[in-house]
């Protein structure tokens, strides 16, 4: 019995309705649970579905990928935009080193590189604010602090290194 047939493509969502399927599944020998096919496919609310029902925003493939690398490299900035206000980890790498952004970047969707690049400066902002407000921070939390920093600056050096190559 399927739940939802309003895609009558071969390859649309509607055989991952089916009753009883997980949601964490993977549907194919490829590793791909709905939320990729549904990230791949840009089916932002066949995504957003499986995110409300508890889809693991960052379940590799057999090639690494998560959601957000099936949606950056369709250039569905719908889906990036779900999965990053669900907490999707933008810097998680598939089995070539590449994030989203990079994906996103190589196949010419500017929009969506843009839009990743931004999230992460955001995000590098906020945890080095987080850092700079805490005056009594505990060794631990000193020592997260300090990597933080160092990770950011090697990012900066490697992301310099690659405007001056492009």
Same mark, same amino acid.
């Given at each position: ?14 055989? +991952? =309705?089916? !009753? ?11 590793? /791909?649970?709905?939320?990729? #096919? *549904?990230?791949?496919g840009g089916h932002a609310f066949f995504l957003l579905w499986q995110l409300q029902t508890g889809a693991n925003l960052n ?22 935009? +779900? =999965?990053? !206000? ?11 080193? /590449?994030?989203?952004?990079? #994906? *996103? ?55 310099d290194l690659n405007s001056r190559v492009m």
């Amino acid at each position: 019995m399927l739940l939802w047939d309003s895609n009558s493509e071969p390859h649309g969502p509607s055989p +991952l =309705l089916e !009753a009883g399927t997980e949601v964490n599944l993977a549907a194919t020998a490829f590793v /791909q649970s709905p939320a990729h #096919l *549904a990230a791949g496919g840009g089916h932002a609310f066949f995504l957003l579905w499986q995110l409300q029902t508890g889809a693991n925003l960052n379940q590799q493939d057999w090639n690494g990928e998560a959601p957000i690398h099936k949606a950056a490299k369709v250039g569905s900035l719908e889906c990036l935009t +779900l =999965l990053v !206000a669900s907490q999707a980890n933008i810097d998680l790498r598939n089995n070539n080193s /590449q994030t989203a952004e990079d #994906l *996103a970047l190589a196949l010419g969707f500017l929009e969506c590189a843009q839009f990743l690049m931004k999230v992460k400066q955001i995000q590098n902002k906020k945890a080095g604010a987080q850092c700079n407000f805490h005056t009594n921070d505990s060794k631990m939390q000193k020592g997260v602090c300090e990597r933080n920093r160092l990770v950011n600056r090697k990012r900066r050096r490697s992301d310099d290194l690659n405007s001056r190559v492009m």
